[in-house]
């Protein structure tokens, strides 16, 4: 057991590292820039959803399948993305990334001046989207250890999780609102010129990347994406973090299919509140974020990642439990607004920070395209799965499962290695007998 001043020590050693993180000139760039763009994003999909559902009537089909669009491409491509993150300079991967979005979101206003929005006009947007939300995700996920030190991925993952969750109170507000007085395509031109802030902010970072070292022999595409496959099936850490990913994947996205349909079209929530509920849960991303180095640093990220699955699993019970659109309905909209996403940002933050800690930047972009490519087909599985089962037993149960299948993914995570991970102390992927091939 640790003495007082062993203690008082660590914590001291956190806040010095917290200050100097903050002080990082190079990661505050990379900071406002993110929160510039998911600011406008939380906009963007929720404006999205609004003028799949309002402005072009969707079905719950037609949701399954908007969804799945944009999932497919990083299916398709995730391992591809991955080789690729490896083999060049993240940063103007990145950059790339966010101008194509720009050009990609800003026809979706244009249509909708000229009259040709349509769910047919969306689906093809939403799949390019995709692709460079993929190249994106990876290369970022793969870049920031080489932009932090080691000692501060998890501190550096939580600051963006909380600039996550304050952009989402705004954006969330904001977009139904926008959405009530402008209509859903012009909301969405936010969005596109967030990417442009990002961007920008990406291209100021002024630490020089590494070139990417030239090796003799090079193998394929193919072989090297094998590479990151081989490296998590090795690992018994990563390979349950990544099965445990599949499932929750599938789960969320049978519940999140489903949700902005049930909300609007079976409890009769108009946009505006929606907008304030919504904002409740990144208000509650935004402390949890704040409070989460030292929650993971007490209990560890494996037992943290596992009670963050539970208590969203269980808060996501709520919204199902919901009857039209009445106070308690709005309370329990919230309710799960407030422990959801506090659950949720535990599970985001240290299932990012644990690969991010244990495996070589070398094989990081491979690694984490291959947790991202078993995940989305669990996602994507979910989507098609949930559009097809609520036209036949209802929207109800078929969320009710998705809660429900969340919580037993921690369930299930507590019984795996994953359950004593501790980035502190962690072997890394060589001391575990994996080595990328020359």
């Known amino acids: 057991m640790a003495t007082r001043e062993e203690t008082t020590a660590s914590s001291t050693a956190d806040a010095r590292r917290i200050s100097l993180l903050r002080r990082h000139r190079d990661f505050r760039r990379l900071w406002t820039g993110e929160t510039i763009s998911v600011l406008g994003s939380r906009m963007g999909d929720v404006a999205v959803s609004?003028?799949?559902?309002?402005?072009?009537?969707?079905?719950?089909?037609?949701?399954?399948?908007?969804?799945?669009?944009?999932?497919?491409?990083?299916?398709?491509?995730?391992?591809?993305?991955?080789?690729?993150?490896?083999?060049?300079?993240?940063?103007?991967?990145?950059?790339?990334?966010?101008?194509?979005?720009?050009?990609?979101?800003?026809?979706?206003?244009?249509a909708a001046m000229r009259g040709h929005l349509a769910m047919n006009f969306l689906y093809?947007?939403?799949?390019?989207?995709?692709?460079?939300?993929?190249?994106?995700?990876?290369?970022?996920?793969?870049?920031?250890?080489?932009?932090?030190?080691?000692a501060d991925v998890v501190e550096a993952n939580s600051n963006l999780s909380a600039s996550y969750a304050a952009a989402e109170v705004g954006g969330f507000a904001l977009a139904g609102w926008l959405v009530q007085l402008l209509t859903a395509p012009y909301a969405i031109a936010v969005d596109a010129l967030s990417f442009i802030a990002s961007a920008i902010a990406i291209r100021s970072i002024e630490?020089?990347?590494?070139?990417?070292?030239?090796?003799?022999?090079?193998?394929?595409?193919?072989?090297?994406?094998?590479?990151?496959?081989n490296v998590v099936r090795a690992d018994r850490r990563l390979y349950a973090l990544?099965?445990?990913?599949?499932?929750?994947?599938?789960?969320?996205?049978?519940?999140?299919?489903?949700?902005?349909?049930?909300?609007?079209?079976?409890?009769?929530?108009?946009?505006?509140?929606?907008?304030?509920?919504?904002?409740?849960?990144g208000i509650s991303s935004f402390v949890t974020s704040i409070a989460a180095t030292r929650v993971i640093g007490r209990f560890g990220e494996g037992r943290a990642l596992v009670l963050g699955a539970i208590l969203q699993g269980i808060a996501w019970i709520c919204v199902p439990a919901a009857r039209g659109a009445t106070m308690l309905a709005a309370a329990l909209l919230i309710a799960q607004q407030l422990f959801g996403d506090a659950g949720g940002t535990v599970y985001i933050i240290t299932q990012a920070a644990i690969p991010q800690t244990i495996v070589p930047?070398?094989?990081?972009?491979?690694?984490?395209?291959?947790?991202?490519?078993?995940?989305?087909a669990g996602m994507i599985a979910g989507s098609i799965a949930a559009?097809?089962?609520?036209?036949?037993?209802?929207?109800?149960?078929?969320?009710?499962?998705?809660?429900?299948?969340?919580?037993?993914?921690?369930?299930?995570?507590?019984?795996?290695?994953?359950?004593?991970?501790?980035?502190?102390d962690v072997a890394s992927i060589a001391s575990a007998g994996v080595a990328e091939a020359d």
Do not use: H
């Not at 093809?124 to 970022?140: H, K, T």
């Not at 990417?212 to 090079?218: G, I, P, Q, W, Y």
């Open 124 to 150: 093809p947007v939403i799949l390019a989207v995709g692709v460079l939300d993929l190249l994106f995700d990876v290369a970022y996920g793969a870049y920031l250890p080489s932009l932090v030190d080691a």
């Open 242 to 281: 990544t099965a445990a990913n599949t499932l929750a994947a599938l789960c969320y996205s049978t519940f999140s299919t489903l949700y902005m349909l049930y909300v609007v079209d079976e409890l009769r929530f108009r946009p505006g509140v929606l907008g304030m509920i919504f904002a409740v849960g």
């Open 207 to 229: 630490k020089p990347e590494a070139s990417v070292a030239e090796r003799k022999n090079r193998e394929s595409f193919y072989r090297e994406a094998l590479d990151g496959a």
């Open 361 to 376: 930047t070398t094989l990081l972009g491979r690694v984490r395209a291959t947790i991202s490519f078993v995940s989305i």
């Open 50 to 110: 609004f003028a799949a559902v309002i402005a072009l009537g969707a079905t719950p089909v037609q949701m399954g399948l908007l969804a799945a669009v944009r999932l497919v491409p990083k299916l398709l491509f995730s391992l591809v993305a991955g080789v690729w993150v490896d083999r060049a300079r993240r940063r103007p991967l990145m950059i790339g990334a966010d101008i194509g979005r720009f050009a990609l979101l800003a026809t979706i206003p244009f």
């Open 387 to 424: 559009g097809a089962a609520a036209e036949l037993i209802g929207m109800r149960p078929v969320m009710y499962a998705g809660a429900i299948g969340l919580a037993a993914t921690g369930v299930i995570l507590a019984f795996s290695p994953v359950w004593n991970v501790r980035a502190s």
